[in-house]
């Protein structure tokens, strides 16, 4: 049994802002964000639920739970990783994004690792 199951989890998150796909006119800022999940320990980890809270430029504040990533619960092996792609759609060119994921361990144990806040804003956006 790990002490700290958490520690060995690292989230690593980066961002991207679509310009192709995002209408200035209409309010719609597109990004990407890559994440990659490193299990460091020896045991195998499931991933169950995600929380997100994005806070935009403007105040706006969302909150999003589920179950999962991308429509899966993935399994990670030890000393092993999982990666995806998603997005978000704010209404302003800068936000903020941060929250956590929801794993299960060694014995059904289940055990939460933070996402640290990370920044959505166009390449040169000044604020």
């Known amino acids: 049994m790990i002490d700290d199951p958490a520690a ?3 989230v690593r998150v980066s961002p991207e802002y679509v310009a192709e796909d995002s209408d200035l006119k209409e309010g719609s800022f597109v990004f990407n964000y ?8 020896e045991q195998e980890v499931q991933l169950l639920r995600r929380y997100w809270r994005i806070t935009q430029g ?3 504040v969302q909150e999003v739970r589920g179950e999962g990533v991308v429509g899966e619960k993935p399994l990670i092996a030890g000393r092993g990783y999982f990666s995806y792609r998603s ?13 956590s994921y929801t794993f299960s361990g060694d014995g059904g144990v289940e055990f939460e690792v933070s996402i640290p806040p990370f920044r959505l804003s166009p390449p040169n956006s000044v604020h």
């Open 87 to 99: 997005r978000a759609v704010m209404d302003c060119e800068v936000g903020v994004m941060e929250g």
């Open 34 to 41: 890559d994440v990659e999940i490193h299990n460091h320990g």
């Open 8 to 10: 060995v989890i690292d």
């Open 58 to 60: 403007s105040g706006q």
